[in-house]
C-alpha cells in the first residue's frame, strides 16, 4: 500500500530560488531512494521550518527513509526532525485528483 511521510524541521534558510539553487543535487538524489515515487518540498520562512511531504510506494520503503533522512539531518546539525506515516486510502484520493 502506498505510504505518505510527512517530515518537518526547524530550518532558517536558505529558502526560495537559493534553497532551490543549494539542494538541487539532494533534490536528484532522493529520486534514486527506494520505493520513491515523489516529494513536495516545504518552506516556511516565518515560522522557520521545512520540510516535504513524501510518496513512497510502500510503508517499509518510508520507514527506511525517514531514518537515513532522520540521521543525515542530525548530522548537519538539524532537529528536532518530526516525521510521520500515514497509510494512503487510494480510492478516495483518485476521487480528489491526488497524483498517486
Excluded at 5 to 22: I, K
Excluded at 81 to 92: D, E, I, Y
Amino acid at each position: 500500500m502506498k505510504t505518505m511521510l510527512q517530515v518537518d524541521f526547524p530550518y532558517q534558510g536558505p529558502m526560495g530560488q537559493a534553497m532551490s539553487e543549494q539542494m538541487k543535487e539532494l533534490a536528484e538524489s532522493i529520486n534514486q531512494e527506494p520505493g520513491m515515487v515523489w516529494k513536495i518540498w516545504t518552506e516556511n520562512p516565518e515560522s522557520g521550518e521545512a520540510g516535504g511531504i513524501y510518496l513512497f510506494e510502500d510503508e517499509a520503503s518510508a520507514r527506511a527513509y525517514l531514518e537515513m533522512h532522520t540521521a543525515r539531518l542530525t548530522q548537519w546539525g538539524i532537529g528536532p526532525v518530526n516525521g510521520k506515516l500515514f497509510s494512503v486510502n487510494a480510492p478516495l484520493s483518485a476521487i480528489n485528483g491526488a497524483p498517486l
